[in-house]
């Protein structure tokens, strides 16, 4: 069964600071995307940043960026720049090429300190 | 309005009840997800549309939860004969067709069903 691992269950950044969120993830597939996803405790879930496994450059949404390492099944999540709007839950999830379900990690609930 | 909408938003029930949670997807979106997310751990798919394709069940845990969507749009889950271990945050989502430029899933605010 394929599945995504994050180890970090919670984290803590100041304000203004740097974060990095790990990730992995077990395929056998070739082409497949990933995403990172915020749920703050309003619950609704929202998309921070997405890569398409065939694509070798990192993606980039400002302050939001990516390390994505293929053969090492790695996608971490790093945040600049830390605001505390960026306090909530992080989740990790991989969609299958042929498979049109998410498969999610259990979530890094992050904290933004003044 | 432009996105995902679950009503109620939060549902108190007796355990033996039967619980109906609605979902309305973007305009326009052929694919439906709903998901299960229960206290601590992560998303859990349940089931999924995909235009006037039959549904991927494989996801529901029991004969007692099922879903329907009518129309191509509106989306109903429904749980028989609640339990406890049902409590939990439902989440629904919708994309445009798969295959296209995009794979993101847009989310709802959830429906947070608690069972007594």
């Known amino acids: 069964a394929q599945t995504v691992t994050q180890s970090q269950p919670e984290m803590s950044v100041q304000e203004a600071e740097t974060v990095t969120l790990s990730c992995t993830y077990d395929t056998s597939e070739n082409n497949y995307y990933l995403f990172w996803y915020k749920q703050p405790p309003s619950r609704q879930m929202i998309l921070v940043i997405r890569q398409e496994a065939y694509k070798q450059q990192n993606a980039t949404e400002n302050r939001f960026s990516v390390n994505f390492q293929k053969a090492a099944k790695s996608f971490s999540l790093k945040i600049s720049d830390s605001q505390l709007g960026d306090t909530a839950m992080y989740f990790c999830a991989k969609l299958g090429g042929n498979n049109r379900k998410l498969i999610w990690g259990l979530g890094t609930s992050l904290a933004v300190n003044p | 309005g432009a996105g995902v909408s679950q009503s109620p938003s939060n549902k108190v029930t007796e355990k033996g009840k039967d619980v109906e949670l609605r979902c309305d997807p973007i305009s326009g979106h052929t694919a439906l997800y709903w998901y299960r997310q229960s206290l601590g751990q992560g998303l859990e798919f349940l089931i999924y549309f995909q235009g006037n394709s039959a549904p991927d069940k494989s996801g529901l845990p029991s004969d007692r939860f099922s879903a329907e969507r009518t129309g191509g749009s509106v989306s109903t889950l429904t749980i028989q004969r609640t339990q406890q271990e049902d409590s939990a945050v439902y989440l629904c989502?919708?994309?445009?067709?798969?295959?296209?430029?995009?794979?993101?899933?847009?989310f709802g605010p959830g429906t947070r069903l608690t069972v007594l």
């Open positions: 989502a919708s994309s445009s067709r798969p295959g296209l430029d995009t794979n993101e899933q847009f």
